[in-house]
């Protein structure tokens, strides 16, 4: 199976990665007018202890940095890299649906075209996937975190900075699924 074909069978796992990456991120945006519209309905603004506060900001800045440097390090430096490149794949538990237990035949015989070496690298793309969604998640707990303060306090300003960085940490991790492909077969597979 040539290139074109490799990234033919990428292609819609790139889409769907970006597709998620906008939903969660439009969550955001949801999150701040939800708050805008509740707290404007609040007479008078709740007194919240500053503990309350600490905490949520600790929490939200620990999850970010967990979100930001754990998880990228966790599941895609470059010794789990290396890791997943070196083993041999099973195209049919990557064409199985993990929900059913059933085989797609259609996808394992595209599955079944593909080099060896680009087989491995669609297992890589599955973790990054499954990585990205994780990140997302964190992210959108930032804003969460944000969003559970200027309900207790009636205080629409006390989400801002945490849907900021919400925001940011997910504009930081774009999918662009095909560089991280490319950049990964040059970096450990070339001569391969």
Do not use: C
């Not at 969604?133 to 969460?144: G, M, P, Q, S």
Request: charged fraction near 15%; aromatic fraction near 12%.
């Amino acid at each position: 199976m040539g290139l074109g074909d490799f990234e033919a069978v990428l292609k819609p796992k790139s889409n769907i990665s970006k597709m998620i990456w906008v939903a969660l991120t439009f969550t955001h945006l949801l999150l701040i007018f939800m708050a805008y519209f509740l707290t404007s309905q609040i007479a008078e603004p709740k007194h919240i202890e500053p503990t309350i506060v600490y905490a949520l900001a600790a929490v939200a800045l620990v999850d970010g940095l967990i979100s930001f440097f754990v998880i990228p390090n966790l599941f895609l430096s470059e010794t789990k890299i290396k890791d997943a490149l070196s083993t041999e794949v099973n195209i049919k538990t990557l064409a199985t649906d993990s929900e059913t237990g059933q085989l797609d035949t259609n996808i394992l015989s595209k599955y079944e075209k593909l080099s060896s070496s680009e087989r491995k690298l669609l297992k890589l793309s599955m973790i990054y996937f499954t990585v990205l969604v994780l990140r997302l998640a964190l992210n959108e707990a930032v804003t969460l975190f944000g969003f559970v303060l200027a309900f207790l306090s009636g205080k629409f300003v006390m989400l801002l900075p945490f849907a900021a960085v919400g925001i940011m940490l997910n504009f930081s991790i774009f999918p662009n699924l095909e560089r991280f492909m490319e950049e990964t077969k040059n970096n450990y597979l070339a001569g391969i």
